[in-house]
């Protein structure tokens, strides 16, 4: 939800300061209460979680997509006009792959918080590794509330390795240029590296205004 919606406002620089006023205002939720409050309403269900989680995610996805489309030089797009490329082309061939690390950051954050932030299943019933940090907490069991406290950061850590592994494979500067022939003492930057992606991917041919 959060990463198309982050694509179009980026991408046509509409709605930016309304996505960030309620991103803001998302963050600014208080998470139990959401449970608590959800749960009322849907007791017997998984909602009341998924909802938090939710809430949770959305804003730090919605605003580095936004961002991160937005803050793509307006070279890179004028480029890949001339070339012949749609909106909709320069889009996903050309400023998603230069993008992908601060998208990716995002995600990262998100995925972190949300593994954290799990664990208040537990408060409405529902289970999870809040499950031992609450049992202990009510059997004053320090030694419980300490080892599910470990494995909840551990998991959040390793969540977060995980993406920061991503961030640096799917960097576009290390792979945008291959297979080009530049000029002597050239060096590739972000505009080059990302047009070879979409010429040499997307099928659209150097030559401006002309299509394979």
Known sequence: MALPIGLLVGHTGRGSLLAAMLSNVWRALPTLGLVILVFRIEPLSIWPVLVALVVIAVPP?????????????????????????TGTQALWRVEVPIATPLILAGFRSAAGQVVATATIAAFVGLGGLGRYIIDGYAARDIGQITGGAIVVAVLALVV????ALLQRTLAPDRTATAGMVLPPGHRPGRLTGAIAVATRDGGVSPEPGRSR
């Open 61 to 85: 996805i919605l605003l580095n997509t936004d961002v991160a489309i937005r803050s793509i030089d307006p070279g890179v797009r004028d480029a890949a006009r001339g070339m012949g490329m």
């Open 160 to 163: 977060e390795g995980v993406f």
